[in-house]
């Protein structure tokens, strides 16, 4: 009987890994690069990026739509760092939406910031508005 294993999309080279499930909490590693896939930390998006993290990540990935000159945006960025730190088998990703436009319009974001969590390519849930990292790790733990 086979194991259950996951794609993952490596976050330095855009390389697609195939994970073992046990390994998962092991600090997997991307087997082109040698860099950790799962880095507790969010990484930028772009209009080439986006799509491939999304569409091929088969672990619970959460995608932080903002914009620059979004203030509340701003004030969470950090929040959102903080929560990627406390969930390090949870893919934490974002994507300027005044930048790449082209990559968030897909996704129909309608205000900012806007948090979708994705899971093998599907959305699975979103939360508009600025949250603080205790809430959006809570938010993120009730999708598990």
Same mark, same amino acid.
């Given at each position: ?8 999309? /490596? =976050?330095? /080279?855009? !390389?697609?890994?195939?994970? =073992? ?8 590693? /991307?087997?082109? /690069?040698?860099?950790?896939l ?14 491939? %993290?999304?569409?091929?990540?088969? *672990?619970?990935?959460? %995608?932080?739509f ?15 760092? %903080? !929560?990627? $730190?406390?969930?390090?088998? &949870?893919?934490f !990703? ?10 968030? !319009? ?9 948090? &979708?969590?994705?899971?093998? $390519?599907?959305? *699975? ?11 959006? %790790?809570?938010? *993120?733990?009730?999708?598990?």
């Open positions: 009987m086979s194991e259950q294993s996951f794609h993952l999309v /490596c =976050p330095h /080279c855009q !390389a697609t890994n195939r994970v =073992p499930a046990a390994r998962l909490s092991a600090a997997p590693k /991307c087997g082109k /690069c040698s860099q950790l799962l880095t507790a930390s969010p990484h930028e998006l772009n209009g080439q990026t986006a799509n491939k %993290v999304i569409q091929k990540n088969e *672990v619970l990935t959460i %995608v932080d903002w914009a620059s000159w979004c203030q509340p945006c701003i004030m969470m960025a950090p929040e959102f760092k %903080v !929560a990627a $730190g406390q969930l390090p088998q &949870v893919v !990703a974002k994507v300027q939406t005044d930048k790449y436009e082209q990559a968030a !319009a897909p996704y129909n974001i309608r205000s900012l910031p806007t948090m &979708v969590a994705f899971k093998n $390519g599907k959305e *699975v849930s979103r939360q508009s508005g600025a949250l603080p990292s205790n809430q959006i %790790v809570q938010w *993120v733990q009730s999708l598990r």
